[in-house]
């Protein structure tokens, strides 16, 4: 890791580090080649030298459990995630880093409690578009994320799950085996430092993340309060396309999803309704 990476992941390890401090940090210094103890006197100074310690052998640990920071000015950084308000300044990956530089993502979020009619659309929509590369980009929440994840695997596609908090701490726990499998055959990503506590807040701003590398966004089963619909709304926000599942009027994880057709999501019923808007 070179210095002004090294420095940068040292700023995203600071507790309560906002996206506009770092700016300010990269507008006094753009090399980024002060010293962590410079740094600290000029922009933290209430941290201790233990402290900055800590920070640093952290970050020395992370090349030893194969976890790769990625920085905004790399060039296997996401090139549509550079789009969108506010992108992420580095990543925390670990696992198949070629996927971050596939053409073809798919975001794909939705209830997390799956119906059997979620479960079917997933089985009869996904297999073209593993066939034809889409990498499936999700959550890895309960429900179906959980099931965009684990089919993508077991029918020979690739997925990339996108965490709120950091590496070490997945959640649910339920899908730790999950995020295990994928940290060795896929790819999980975050923009928190790997030892952070998932917080409330990350889950919503981990969405902008999740349809920022995407081409489209697809909605599978979506109550009228759901986190997808925040996902929906970042990708129509960066201009990306939504795509949404139809549902019954009496099914109450269909009425987002259907609110988002009427809004102007593409329907979809097949493959091919997000194959020829993806032009594949």
């Known amino acids: 890791m070179d210095e002004f990476k090294e420095n940068l992941t040292y700023l995203l390890h600071y507790p309560g580090i906002s996206w506009n401090t770092i700016l300010q940090c990269l507008k006094m210094d753009s090399t980024l080649l002060s010293s962590p103890n410079t740094l600290n006197k000029s922009v933290f100074?209430?941290?201790?030298?233990?402290?900055?310690?800590?920070?640093?052998?952290?970050?020395?640990?992370?090349?030893?459990n194969d976890i790769h920071v990625i920085s905004i000015f790399d060039k296997n950084y996401p090139s549509l995630l550079k789009e969108i308000y506010?992108?992420?300044?580095?990543l925390f990956v670990k696992g198949n880093l070629s996927l971050l530089e596939t053409q073809s993502k798919l975001a794909v979020v939705g209830s997390r409690q799956a119906t059997q009619y979620g479960k079917k659309a997933i089985r009869v929509i996904f297999p073209e578009l593993l066939e034809k590369g889409v990498v499936i980009v999700s959550g890895l929440a309960a429900g179906i994320d959980t099931l965009a994840h684990e089919f993508a695997m077991k029918n020979g596609g690739n997925t990339i799950a996108v965490i709120a908090g950091g590496l070490y701490h997945i959640?649910?726990?339920?899908?730790?085996?999950?995020?295990?499998?994928?940290?060795?055959?896929?790819?999980?990503?975050?923009?928190?430092?790997p030892d952070t506590t998932p917080l409330r807040w990350h889950f919503p701003a981990r969405n902008r993340i999740i349809s920022g590398m995407s081409n489209g966004t697809f909605i599978i089963e979506a109550k009228r309060k759901s986190g997808s619909l925040i996902t929906a709304n970042y990708a129509v926000n960066e201009g990306r396309e939504v795509f949404s599942l139809p549902g019954?009027?009496?099914?109450?994880?269909?009425?987002?999803?259907?609110?988002?057709?009427?809004?102007?999501?593409?329907?979809?019923?097949?493959?091919?309704?997000?194959?020829e808007e993806l032009r594949l």
């Open 171 to 193: 959640y649910p726990k339920e899908n730790s085996d999950l995020a295990r499998e994928m940290m060795a055959t896929q790819l999980v990503v975050s923009e928190y430092p």
């Open 248 to 275: 019954s009027i009496f099914n109450p994880y269909s009425l987002g999803s259907n609110d988002l057709i009427r809004q102007g999501a593409k329907l979809v019923m097949s493959s091919e309704d997000i194959l």
């Open 86 to 90: 506010q992108p992420p300044w580095a």
């Open 45 to 64: 100074p209430s941290l201790t030298a233990i402290q900055t310690e800590h920070i640093i052998e952290q970050i020395r640990q992370y090349e030893k």
